[in-house]
């Protein structure tokens, strides 16, 4: 079984940094992409970031500047580094796997990703 562990959370005061994490497992593929989304009460699930197979970066103009996103293969994990974060970046955050290389005009498509983790909870005191 494939499987996606997101921690990380929690709760940071305005212009605090977290790093959420995201470790796979049972994931056979040599070539994939890995997302970052969230999704705060009443909206929808929103693309952050993405990382291709070749290394290519996607960020949202939402956080461009203030996120990061990385993996480590030789762990498994994939990471979003946050800084500068804001009382609008609350929300349960998702990282997603696609198999294959990403379709790069559709980097932040629900729909373009094959596995979901459980999510992990960020909350942004102002």
């Known amino acids: 079984d494939v499987q996606l562990q997101a921690s990380g959370g929690g709760l940071v005061q305005a212009g605090g940094s977290l790093r959420l994490s995201c470790a796979r497992s049972g994931f056979p593929f040599d070539t994939y992409a890995i997302g970052w989304f969230r999704q705060a009460p009443g909206k929808e699930r929103e693309g952050l970031a993405c990382i291709d197979s070749d290394g290519s970066t996607y960020y949202a103009d939402s956080v461009k500047g203030r996120f990061t996103i990385s993996r480590d293969d030789s762990k498994n994990t994939v990471y979003l580094q946050m800084k500068s974060l804001e009382p609008q970046d609350t929300a349960v955050y998702y990282c997603?796997?696609?198999?294959?290389?990403?379709?790069?005009?559709?980097?932040?498509?629900?729909?373009?990703?094959?596995?979901w983790g459980q999510g992990t909870q960020v909350t942004v005191s102002s």
């Open positions: 997603a796997f696609r198999i294959g290389a990403i379709t790069k005009p559709h980097w932040d498509w629900v729909h373009e990703y094959d596995y």
